[in-house]
T-cell receptor, first 113, second 114 residues
Framework: NAGVTQTPKFRVLKTGQSMTLLCAQDMNHEYMYWYRQDPGMGLRLIHYSVGEGTTAKGEVPDGYNVSRLKKQNFLLGLESAAPSQTSVYFCASSSTGVYNEQFFGPGTRLTVL | AQSVTQLGSHVSVSEGALVLLRCNYS??????LFWYVQYPNQGLQLLLK??????LVKGINGFEAEFKKSETSFHLTKPSAHMSDAAEYFC????????????FGKGNQVVVIP
């Protein structure tokens, strides 16, 4: 049972390049989330999904797109990377229920030059 | 909108001393509250959670937190700090029932002084 995994762990992009971050969970969770973590800002929700085929915007969705084609995977895309998107990105998942915890992946450190 | 406030981004504590991290929440509905810990270069893991069953909640690694509705607080404590407690700690409140969305505080970086 690997829990929540994220690939890649590190990535450096040039401004304007695109990339996709992959999140996978093996806990059969319905809910999945993408966050970004910046110093002094805590975690901010980018997008989330409440089930296969569904996505919704979080606090800071601009510049990002997501897809949930399979229940176990949640992809985060950057179509045209900007330096402001330099951050650490975390994926999380949760089962249904009003107070179930979120389980986090190890993170992806992204630098945009 | 639901939110949490954590004051003091960096907290220094001597080994063996009390750890106290403050969290105040704002919520228009009865809240569910969480404390998460993040060790260096790792993801977040749950320390403990309040779900209205008991106001004093015990978590992993000797941490506990007390829910005080009158003070809108959910402070985290540990009687005796250990070097392994050096980490970043986040308080979070449930945002909307039904999809487990959370609003996180800005975090407290805890430094343990030998």
């Amino acid at each position: 049972n690997a829990g929540v995994t994220q690939t890649p762990k590190f990535r450096v992009l040039k401004t304007g390049q695109s990339m996709t971050l992959l999140c996978a969970q093996d806990m059969n969770h319905e809910y999945m989330y993408w966050y970004r973590q910046d110093p002094g800002m805590g975690l901010r929700l980018i997008h989330y999904s409440v089930g296969e085929g569904t996505t919704a915007k979080g606090e800071v969705p601009d510049g990002y797109n997501v897809s949930r084609l399979k229940k176990q995977n949640f992809l985060l895309g950057l179509e045209s990377a900007a330096p402001s998107q330099t951050s650490v990105y975390f994926c999380a998942s949760s089962s249904t229920g009003v107070y179930n915890e979120q389980f986090f992946g190890p993170g992806t450190r992204l630098t945009v030059l | 909108a639901q939110s949490v406030t954590q004051l003091g981004s960096h907290v220094s504590v001597s080994e063996g001393a009390l750890v106290l991290l403050r969290c105040n929440y704002s919520s228009s509905v009865p809240p569910y509250l969480f404390w998460y810990v993040q060790y260096p270069n790792q993801g977040l893991q749950l320390l403990l959670k309040y779900t209205s069953a008991a106001t004093l909640v015990k978590g992993i690694n000797g941490f506990e937190a007390e829910f005080k509705k009158s003070e809108t607080s959910f402070h985290l404590t540990k009687p005796s700090a250990h070097m392994s407690d050096a980490a970043e700690y986040f308080c979070a409140v449930s945002v909307i029932y039904g999809n487990n969305r959370l609003a996180f505080g800005k975090g407290n970086q805890v430094v343990v002084i030998p």
